[in-house]
C-alpha cells in the first residue's frame, strides 16, 4: 500500500547548461507541486502506515529551503533541472524515511517527473 502527502511552493531558477537562446537560460519561475509516496503495511495499533503529520513534518525543512528562493543558489541545484530537483529531494529524504517509495514532481500542469531512485 502506498499513501502519499503533496506540497507546493514557488521557486525561480535558470538552466545554465542550456544553448544560448534557450528561454530557460533566463531566470523564470515555477508554482511546484510535490507529491511523496510512502510504501508499506498499516500499524495494527494506529491503522497508517506513517502519520501524516510525521511526513510533512519531515518534508517541510526541505520545501521551506527552496521555497521562494532562485534554486540556482542551493547547494546541490546549481542545475535545477525537474530531474536534478526530485533526486535533491530523494537524497535528502530517503535516509529519514526509509520507506519512501517515490516522488513526483511536476513543473507545470502538463509537465512533471516521476523517481523511485533508480
Same mark, same amino acid.
Given at each position: 500500500m502506498e499513501i502519499y502527502k503533496e506540497f507546493a511552493f514557488d521557486s525561480a531558477h535558470f538552466?545554465?547548461?542550456?544553448?544560448? %537562446?534557450?528561454?530557460?537560460?533566463?531566470?523564470? %519561475?515555477?508554482?511546484?507541486?510535490?507529491?511523496?509516496?510512502?510504501? %508499506?503495511?498499516?500499524?495494527?495499533?494506529?491503522?497508517?502506515?506513517i502519520d501524516f503529520k510525521v511526513l510533512k513534518d519531515l518534508v517541510m525543512p526541505l520545501v521551506d529551503t527552496i521555497d521562494h528562493k532562485v534554486m540556482n543558489d542551493i547547494p546541490g541545484l546549481e542545475n535545477p533541472t525537474a530531474?536534478?530537483?526530485?533526486?535533491?529531494?530523494?537524497?535528502?529524504?530517503?535516509?529519514?524515511?526509509?520507506?519512501?517509495?517515490?516522488?513526483?514532481?511536476k513543473e507545470t500542469p502538463t509537465t512533471g517527473v516521476i523517481y523511485s531512485g533508480e
Open positions: 538552466l545554465p547548461n542550456v544553448p544560448e %537562446g534557450h528561454k530557460c537560460r533566463q531566470m523564470h %519561475g515555477h508554482t511546484y507541486h510535490l507529491r511523496v509516496y510512502v510504501s %508499506g503495511k498499516p500499524d495494527k495499533q494506529f491503522g497508517w502506515i530531474e536534478n530537483i526530485t533526486i535533491w529531494f530523494w537524497d535528502r529524504l530517503k535516509p529519514l524515511l526509509p520507506a519512501l517509495s517515490r516522488i513526483e514532481l
